[in-house]
C-alpha cells in the first residue's frame, strides 16, 4: 500500500525556483573573467536561467544532451548550472586544467553538442575545436565587446545568445532520476571517466549540505565558492546555496591569495570550502601581508577536502581567524558527500589539542552514506579505529557506475561502490584515510601507507613536497622508496632524512631509499601523479639497503 | 536518459541502522509511564524496534497492515515507530485525549490489526475494546509487574511480547512510497481524516528538519521531545532525531510544568518543541518558582506551532531563558513542516522589538513547500504582506488526499493542498495567517479575522480566555460575536471590553456583542471547538447593535 503523499519529483528547477520566490534578493556576488565585480541576485538567475532553456532550444539541444562548459565560478557559469539541467539536458563541467588531449578525449566521450566556455581558454578552444566532432557550436561566455578573435567554427557571443531569449519558460516535469550533470574524474588512476549525476541525487546531497553535521547551509550564511565548478559541481553548493537562498561570492578566475582575500573582506564571507593547496595559498598571502587582521574576516567556517589535511592547516584556522574547521572526505563519485568531520558532543568540552586530532581525521559518516571496510576477501572488518581496508561506500548519491560504462559494473555483491581508499573507522565512525589502494605499499604481506610517510617526512624543514611509492624488491615484493623536493635554499641529506623519520614511524616502514628531484607531477587537480612516479622508477634499485 | 546514481530507496529503517551504527551510545532518555527516569541509547532501540519487526510477525501483521498506538513519548513507543514502518506495516498513532467515540471511529475506520497501549489508558482501552472489532490482540506497553488488569480478550504485555523475540531482523526493502504512518487529524472541522505518510514523505521531511532554516537538527543537540508522538508524529522529531544522533529526551505522560522542567535541567535540554499550551504551563510553573534560574538550563532554541504564538511568549522565552524562538505553522498533513519563523540576514541587525515582529508572523517559506495563496475564485493573490487568501501547498511531504478516499480529490488544479487557512505572504515569504477559512468572520463581502479579535481581547487583564465566532446579521450577513471566559476574581463588562477593542481594531471590525461563559470547548489537541460554538450560539441575537 503506497502512502497518500504528493508525488513531486525532486528537481534541479526546484532550486532555483525556490531561491528566486523566498529570497530574490540575495545577492550572488563575483570577480569577472573580465576583472571587475559584478552583482546580480537570485530572480535574475532564475531569469538567465530560463534565458539559457530557450537558448539551449534553439540550438537544437534536447533532453539528454550533453551541454560542456569550460569556466570559472562566475553568475554565467551558475546560470547554466540551473538552465541546462532544469530543461532536461546535461551539464557536462569540464576540468580546464586537464592535458588538452584529456579534453579532447572527455568532450568526445560525452558527445557534447554544444560548448560554452570563458574567454580565458579561447586558446586552448581554438587548438581543440577541430577534434571535437560533436560539438555545434562554442559559446564564449561574455558579452560582445569581450569576444575573442578565434577561428572555430559557430562561434557564439553568451550575452547575445542568452540575452536575446525570452525570460518566460516553464521548466519541464520529468523523473527525477533523469541525468542532470556528468564529470569526469581526473584521472589519477586512469583514463577519466565520467559520473552522471541524477536530479534527484543532486537534490538529496544538497539537502544534506543543510545538516548541521555537515556544512549547515543556510540562508544567514555568506559562501565564497573557492571550489571550482569544473570540479564535482563545486561540492554540490550551488544548488544547496539555491536551496537556502544563501547569498553566493564566486572568485571567477582570480583564485590567487590576494583575490580571495579581498572578496571575503568585501562581501563578509563568513563560510569556505577548497582543496588545501588553496587554502596555502591563501596562507601565504597572509605571510606577506601580516598586517593583515584575519580575524576581523568574520569567517565563522572553514571546509576543506579532496586531500589530507596538515594539522597546521587546522591550527591556523581556528587560531588566526577564529573559525571552526571541518574536513571532509569525498570523492567525484560522491557528490562529494563522503564522510565529515564535525565534532561530537562528547568532543566538545575537550582540549583543543584533542579536538583537532579528532578533525584531523577524514570525517564521520553522515546519514545517506553506508559505509564499511573490507578486507582483501571482501569481508567486513570491524569499526575499530585500527583494523583497515578497503572503503566501500553506498547510498542515494553514489554513483553507480560511469557514464557509457566505463569499467563495467564496479559494485560490489551488496551494492556498495569501492572508493579504492584504504580507510580505518573508529568507534564513533570517523574515517582516517590511509592510503588509495594503488598506492599503499604492499612490503612482506603488510601494508605501509605512502600518505604517512609522506607526512612524516613533510614535517622536516628542509622538504618542500614528498611523495612515496613501491618500489619492487625480491625478498619483501615491495619497499618505499621516498622522493624529495626539497625547499629552495634548503639541503638535506638521505641520511638525515632517514633519521628524521626514524623517530616518527615504525622501523619497517623506512624508506628502503630517498631520491631527491626538482618538481614531482601533478593532476588537473593538485594532487600527486604517482602513475608517472611509477614508471618514472620502474626498476630503481635502492642505493643500500636499510 | 537516467542518472547513474545508486537507486536506494528513501526508508525509515535507514534512519535507526544510521543511529545504532554512527551514534550507537547516543542517548534516549524518558519519564515512564511507571514513573522513574529510564535510560537507554540508540543501539538498544534499533534492537528494539527489530524485536518489534519480529513480534508483529508472531502477531500475522502483514506489510501494509495498520498498528494502533495509544501512548506517550517513551523508548518503547519509539522503538515502535522504527520497528513497525521498518517492517513496511503502518504505525497508527491514536490521539488519546480524543472523545472515546472518535477513537472508536477512528480505529475501526484504520482497521488496525493490533493496539499497542499504554497503561494510562487501561481502562479507556477496557470500555472501548466490544467496539474494536479489527483487533487481534491488545498490547500493554510496559513489564509483566504493571499489568493492568482489564477485561480485553487477547491481553498481552509488550516486555514479554516484544522482548521474547530475537534481535535478528533483516529489514526488507522496498518502494519508498510504502505507506509507513497514519495519523487523523484532530477533528476541528469534521470527523477527523487519516492523513497516510510514505517512507520517502518521512525521510525527505526529516531531511529539511535538519536545516538551519527549519528546526537545524543536528548529533550536537539534545531535544525535549515535548510534542505527543500521537499527533503529526511529534512534527516529525523521532525520525529526524535517528537521522543525527541526537539525544533524545522523553516525558512520558509527566507534561507538567514541574517534570518538564527537572527534565529540561536534569539533561541539559538545549531544544524542544511544543504547542503554546504546554509552554504556557510551563510558564506557570516557573512563576510559583522565582527562584529558578531559567537561564541556567541552557535552552538554546525553542519551536512552538500549532496556534498562534502571543508576544509575550516569544519576549519570555528570549528574556528568561536566552533562547531563541522559532514559531511555525503546519499540518497533521503537512508531516507538519509548512513554514518556519527563521530571521534572514537583514533582521539580524535590527532591534530586537522589530525581530519580535517578524517572528510572530507563522514563518517563511522552506525547500520542498510551494506556497500559494488565492482568491475566492481560485486565482493567485500577489505576496505584498496585505492581500490575504486560501493558503495552498504544494510539495513531497503534503497530502495528496485522506485514507480511504475521505473527503474526495482535495488537490486543487495545480496539485496543491488547499490548507483551509486563510494568510497573506509578504515580500521576504513570511506568512501570516488570518484565520481558518471556516472561522473568518464574512461582513459584508469583507473578511474579519476572529484570531485578530481574540488576540486583541486577549490582552485585557480581566480575560482568561476569548473566542470570536460569527453570528448572521440581516444586512451584513456575518458579525463577530465576542465569548469571553473572565480570569477568576476579575470583573469586566461588556462596555469595557467594547471599548478596549475600539482602540485596537477598526470600527467595523468591532463585536457584535460580548457574553461572558464559564468555559470554552477545546478539541483533543487543546484547540478551540468553533464548530460548537457556532452550535451553540445559533441564531444568537445581538442585545444592541454599535
Ligand atoms: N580529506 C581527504 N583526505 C585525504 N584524501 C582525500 C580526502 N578527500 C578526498 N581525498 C582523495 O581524493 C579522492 C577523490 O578525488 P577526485 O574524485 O577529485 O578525483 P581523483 O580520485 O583524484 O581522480 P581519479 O579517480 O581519476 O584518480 C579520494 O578517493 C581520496 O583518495
Ligand atoms: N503557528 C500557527 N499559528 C496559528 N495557527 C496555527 C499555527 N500552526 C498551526 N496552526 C493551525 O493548526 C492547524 C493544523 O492543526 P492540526 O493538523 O493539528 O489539526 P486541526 O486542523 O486542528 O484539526 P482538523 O483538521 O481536524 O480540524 C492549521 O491548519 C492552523 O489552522
Ligand atoms: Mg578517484
Ligand atoms: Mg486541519
Known amino acids: 500500500m503506497f502512502g497518500l503523499m504528493q508525488d513531486r519529483p525532486l528537481l534541479i528547477s526546484s532550486l532555483i525556483d525556490y531561491a528566486a520566490t523566498f529570497h530574490p534578493h540575495a545577492e550572488i556576488v563575483g570577480r569577472t573573467v573580465e576583472g571587475p565585480v559584478h552583482r546580480t541576485d537570485y530572480a535574475q538567475i532564475q531569469r538567465s536561467a530560463k534565458q539559457v532553456a530557450n537558448a539551449l532550444e534553439t540550438l537544437g539541444i534536447e533532453s539528454g544532451d550533453r551541454v560542456g562548459t569550460l569556466a570559472w565560478n562566475t553568475w554565467r557559469h551558475l546560470a547554466l548550472y540551473f538552465g541546462v539541467s532544469g530543461s532536461g539536458a546535461v551539464l557536462h563541467t569540464v576540468n580546464p586544467r586537464l592535458f588538452p588531449e584529456q579534453i579532447d578525449y572527455i568532450v568526445n566521450h560525452a558527445e557534447d553538442k554544444v560548448l560554452f566556455f570563458d574567454t580565458t581558454f579561447a586558446p586552448l578552444v581554438e ?17 560582445r565587446a569581450h569576444m575573442p578573435a578565434i577561428d572555430v567554427p559557430n562561434l557564439l557571443c553568451f550575452d547575445e545568445l542568452v540575452g536575446s531569449q525570452s525570460e ?20 589519477t588512476t586512469g583514463n577519466p571517466k565520467g559520473v552522471l549525476y541524477s536530479h534527484r541525487s543532486t537534490v538529496l546531497h544538497s539537502l544534506m549540505e543543510c ?10 550564511m555568506t559562501l565564497l565558492l573557492a571550489v571550482p565548478m569544473f570540479h564535482a559541481n563545486a561540492w554540490g553548493m550551488p544548488y544547496a546555496a539555491a536551496m537556502t537562498g544563501m547569498k553566493l561570492v564566486m572568485p571567477g578566475p582570480h583564485m590567487d591569495g590576494q583575490s580571495l582575500y579581498e572578496l571575503m ?7 569556505s570550502q577548497a582543496v588545501p593547496t588553496i587554502w596555502l595559498m591563501l596562507f601565504q598571502y597572509f605571510d606577506a601581508h601580516p598586517e593583515i587582521d584575519t580575524r576581523a574576516i568574520g569567517l565563522k567556517r ?7 589535511t596538515p594539522r597546521s592547516m587546522i591550527e591556523r584556522f581556528e587560531r588566526d581567524f577564529g573559525a571552526d574547521f571541518v574536513q571532509g572526505w569525498g570523492m567525484t563519485e560522491t557528490s562529494p558527500i563522503g564522510v565529515i568531520g564535525n565534532l561530537l558532543p562528547k568532543h566538545l568540552s575537550m582540549p583543543k589539542e584533542e579536538q583537532t586530532r579528532v578533525k584531523m581525521r577524514q570525517g564521520r559518516g553522515v546519514w545517506g552514506v553506508e559505509l564499511k571496510i573490507v578486507g582483501e576477501d571482501g569481508q567486513r572488518l570491524p569499526h575499530d ?22 569499467g563495467g559494473s564496479v559494485l560490489d555483491a551488496e551494492g556498495f561502490f569501492p572508493t579504492g581508499d584504504v580507510a580505518n573507522i573508529d568507534g564513533d565512525g570517523y574515517v582516517q584515510l590511509v592510503d588509495r589502494a594503488k598506492d599503499v605499499i604492499k612490503s612482506g604481506g603488510e601494508w605501509i601507507s605512502s600518505i604517512d610517510l609522506e607526512n612524516a617526512a ?26 624529495v623536493v626539497k625547499r629552495a635554499g634548503m639541503e638535506a641529506t638521505r641520511e638525515e632524512l632517514l633519521t628524521f623519520l626514524a623517530e616518527r614511524v615504525v622501523k619497517w616502514w623506512l624508506p628502503e631509499d630517498v631520491v631527491f628531484v626538482d618538481s614531482l607531477p601533478h593532476t588537473a587537480t593538485g594532487k600527486l601523479l604517482k602513475t608517472k612516479l611509477r614508471e618514472q622508477f620502474k626498476g630503481y634499485v635502492a642505493t643500500t639497503s636499510v
Open 127 to 143: 587548438k581543440l575545436a577541430p577534434a571535437l566532432k560533436s560539438v555545434r557550436a562554442f559559446i564564449a561566455m561574455t558579452d
Open 168 to 187: 518566460q519558460y516553464e521548466w519541464p516535469e520529468f523523473d527525477e532520476r533523469t541525468a542532470s550533470s556528468l564529470c569526469y574524474t581526473s584521472g
Open 211 to 220: 545538516a548541521p553535521d555537515t556544512f549547515g547551509v543556510n540562508s544567514q
Open 265 to 271: 573582506r568585501d562581501e563578509k564571507v563568513g563560510f
Open 302 to 308: 572553514i571546509g576543506v577536502g579532496g586531500a589530507a
Open 385 to 406: 579505529g585500527k583494523a583497515f581496508g578497503h572503503l566501500h561506500v553506498r547510498g542515494p548519491w553514489i554513483a553507480s557506475g560511469y557514464f557509457k560504462g566505463e
Open 458 to 483: 613533510s614535517l622536516h624543514p628542509a622538504v618542500a613536497e614528498a611523495a612515496v611509492i613501491g618500489i619492487a624488491h625480491p625478498k619483501w615484493q615491495e619497499r618505499p622508496l621516498l622522493i
